[in-house]
Each structure stands twice: as C-alpha cells, then as structure tokens.
C-alpha cells in the first residue's frame, strides 16, 4: 500500500451520470469513485502507479438543478481533418442548427468533496519507480495546483478546484446529523477495462458525511 493524500475538491456545478438513465443525464447524489481517481489523475499520473480511493467525504449539502444545453450529436468528419492536414481548404466546422438536440441535465450544485486516496505500484514500474519518489512528486504538484490537464466534475463544463489538506479534514455539513446516515444504494465504481469495459458497480453507504470506500468494497456490496 503506498502513501495516502488528502485533497479538498469544489466547484459551482458537477453531473456524475448515471448509466440507467441513458441519453438524458442525471447525476448521482455525490462523487464517484471512478470520478475521484481521474482528477487525481489530472494532477498526477504515471504508467507505474495506480491510484485507489479509500473515502469521500461529502463537505457540503446535496443540492441539484434543472439546467437544459443545446448538443450536437454529429462530429466533424476524420476524412475533413486528414483533408485538412494536406492543406486543402475544408470547413472544420459544423453550421447548421438542424443537428442540434436539446437535451435536460439533472445536475449537482455547489460541490465540495475531500478525497482521501493512496497508489499502489503496478507492473510497469522500473527500479527507479519508487512510493516515495511519486509521492513527493504528487504532493508537490497538489501543493502548487498544477495538473496535466484541468480536472473536471464529469463534464468539462464543469471544472474542478483544488488544494492538498495538510492537516485534519474539514466536518462535513452531515456529520451528527440523522441526514448523513444514507444508502445511496448501487453506484459506479470503476470500469474494468481488462474484461472488454465491464462496469463495477458497489453498495454506496454515507455515515456521518463520509463514504468509506473500502469497507463498502470488503461488505461485499460489488457487481
């Protein structure tokens, strides 16, 4: 097991679709894991590390919005861009409004989570892959908000904010409360790409605000 962090992520919007619901998107009750670890990967991420989440910690009330965005479901066609790439004079671009569907979004507002999470080493790490040497590096990079590319709250539209927490984890607004004792039942957990992109789903259980990831995991609540 390698060396945990501690990182407090927020932001005015985020959508953590649900796969039942298919084309019209609502998001599930707070953070997936599977949506935690790419942030972190957005900040830090090598071949030879794995990052696993150990708990969520749900900072602020659970809130939702209605918003309805204009979608194009189309996309610039590969033989425009290689056109494009010889130099000929191509249009990289759609303009017509007849593709455009509108669809309604089931949003969560003012997010704040704390994400508690350590990487193990994988296969690919060489001798000189240490826990040590990427810990440093990724407490480095939390620590000056750098990333590789900005991190966002399951869609792009919605970016993340960040900070390392160096010290005890802010209370979560449920902790005491009768509220932060809730099943959020079956939620995505990862996707398992070496067995052709299966989805994982685990039981969800919020007690006191936290969601304890692993022990949620070793209930035996996986499918």
């Known amino acids: 097991m390698g060396f945990g962090i501690k990182l407090k992520v927020w932001g005015d919007y985020a959508c953590f679709t649900r796969p039942e619901m298919k084309v019209e998107r609502v998001s599930y009750d707070v953070i997936t894991p599977s949506a935690a670890r790419g942030i972190l990967e957005a900040i830090y991420w090598k071949p030879a590390i794995f990052w696993k989440i150990d708990r969520i910690h749900v900072l602020n009330p659970i ?7 204009n979608e194009r479901p189309g996309k610039i066609l590969a ?6 790439f010889k130099g000929n004079d191509v249009a990289l671009y759609q ?3 007849e593709d455009t569907v509108q669809r309604a979004s089931l949003v969560l507002r003012d997010v ?23 810990y440093n590096i990724a407490l480095r990079r939390m620590r ?10 399951g869609c792009r539209e919605f ?3 960040f900070e390392l927490i160096e010290n ?6 449920y902790y005491g409360k009768k509220e932060g004792k809730k099943d959020l039942g079956f939620m995505l957990y990862d996707i398992d790409f070496s067995d052709k992109m299966k989805a994982v789903f685990f039981r ?10 692993q022990k949620c995991l070793s209930s035996g609540g996986v499918s």
Do not use: L, W
């Open 144 to 153: 000056k908000g750098q990333c590789f590319h900005h991190p966002y709250f």
């Open 112 to 134: 704040c989570y704390v994400i508690e999470a350590h990487f193990e080493m994988t296969d690919h790490a060489g001798p000189d892959d240490t826990v040590e040497k990427h």
């Open 168 to 173: 005890e984890v802010p209370v979560s607004y």
């Open 159 to 161: 970016p993340v904010q």
């Open 95 to 97: 303009d017509s409004t």
């Open 204 to 213: 969800a259980c919020m007690v006191d605000g936290v969601i304890d990831v």
């Open 79 to 84: 033989g425009n861009v290689k056109a494009a």
């Open 63 to 69: 809130k939702f919005d209605n918003i309805r965005r």
